[in-house]
């Protein structure tokens, strides 16, 4: 457990566990790393056959609040689209003011078209624009896409992602993913995924990375049992 999670954000983690235990899914772990990534999953459970080719895995992303789904549901194909489109405009900015700013070389390279230019203190609106929205979206991709690469890389046979009542609709929920609600103290399935069909060899890996989720969470709990 994170020492800024919320209470929120602990009881969907409680609930998405119990609600894998009572679908067949009872090898299951809490803040497990989702294996050939660097995210970890809320929870992730695991059929008992888990390395046969009957074997499923499921993971579970909890989401609390909306803006917290936000953060990690940005389009990535759209946004990678739009980067490559704005960094060649500003680009193309940039090399158009250097021929008409000379002045503004440094003189570090004999010839102007290797030179590098000073344009900390230029007043551009179009380019400053151009590069803050850059920069947004430069940081979308690196913080925001989780959703979208889970599902692009299958990195489980089901993807559910678990919420509050009222914070997202329907048509919002990310492509491929199931959606479950919390209604009081249990989760209701709104919405199934779609199954992805992951390999014994990416099963063998989730078996590893729960058993590792189970052993930190004893290195924690146990030294305060006085056992």
């Given at each position: 457990?994170?020492?800024?999670?919320?209470?929120?954000?602990r009881?969907?983690?409680r609930?998405?566990?119990?609600?894998?235990?009572?679908?067949?899914?009872?090898?299951?772990?809490?803040?497990v790393?989702?294996?050939?990534?660097?995210?970890?999953?809320?929870?992730?459970?695991?059929?008992?056959?888990?390395?046969?080719?009957?074997?499923?895995?499921?993971?579970?992303?909890?989401?609390?609040?909306?803006a917290?789904?936000?953060?990690?549901?940005?389009?990535?194909?759209?946004?990678?689209?739009?980067?490559?489109?704005?960094?060649?405009?500003?680009?193309?900015?940039?090399?158009?003011?250097?021929?008409?700013?000379?002045?503004?070389?440094?003189?570090?390279?004999l010839?102007?078209?290797?030179?590098?230019?000073?344009?900390?203190?230029?007043?551009?609106?179009?380019?400053?624009?151009?590069?803050?929205?850059?920069?947004?979206?430069?940081?979308?991709?690196?913080?925001?896409?989780?959703?979208?690469?889970?599902?692009?890389?299958h990195?489980?046979?089901?993807?559910?992602?678990?919420?509050?009542?009222g914070?997202?609709?329907?048509?919002?929920?990310?492509?491929?993913?199931?959606?479950?609600?919390?209604?009081?103290?249990?989760?209701?399935?709104?919405?199934?995924?779609?199954?992805?069909?992951?390999?014994?060899?990416?099963?063998?890996?989730?078996?590893?990375?729960?058993?590792?989720?189970?052993?930190?969470?004893?290195?924690?709990?146990?030294?305060?049992?006085?056992?």
């Amino acid at each position: 457990m994170s020492s800024g999670e919320t209470q929120a954000h602990r009881e969907l983690k409680r609930l998405a566990f119990q609600w894998a235990l009572e679908h067949g899914l009872p090898i299951a772990g809490c803040e497990v790393r989702v294996p050939k990534s660097g995210y970890r999953a809320d929870v992730a459970a695991m059929s008992r056959e888990s390395l046969s080719e009957a074997g499923v895995v499921a993971l579970f992303e909890c989401k609390q609040c909306r803006a917290d789904l936000i953060r990690d549901h940005a389009d990535e194909p759209v946004v990678r689209s739009r980067s490559v489109e704005l960094a060649a405009r500003v680009g193309e900015l940039r090399a158009m003011i250097a021929v008409h700013r000379p002045d503004l070389r440094r003189g570090v390279a004999l010839f102007a078209e290797f030179d590098e230019y000073d344009l900390a203190g230029l007043r551009h609106e179009t380019l400053h624009a151009l590069e803050r929205e850059l920069g947004v979206l430069q940081s979308k991709l690196a913080n925001c896409v989780k959703f979208a690469r889970l599902s692009r890389y299958h990195a489980a046979d089901h993807l559910y992602l678990v919420t509050e009542p009222g914070i997202v609709e329907a048509h919002e929920v990310p492509v491929g993913w199931g959606w479950l609600v919390r209604e009081d103290d249990a989760l209701v399935l709104r919405q199934p995924p779609v199954r992805y069909r992951t390999t014994a060899e990416l099963r063998g890996r989730w078996l590893e990375a729960v058993a590792l989720a189970g052993t930190r969470i004893a290195q924690r709990v146990l030294p305060k049992l006085n056992l």
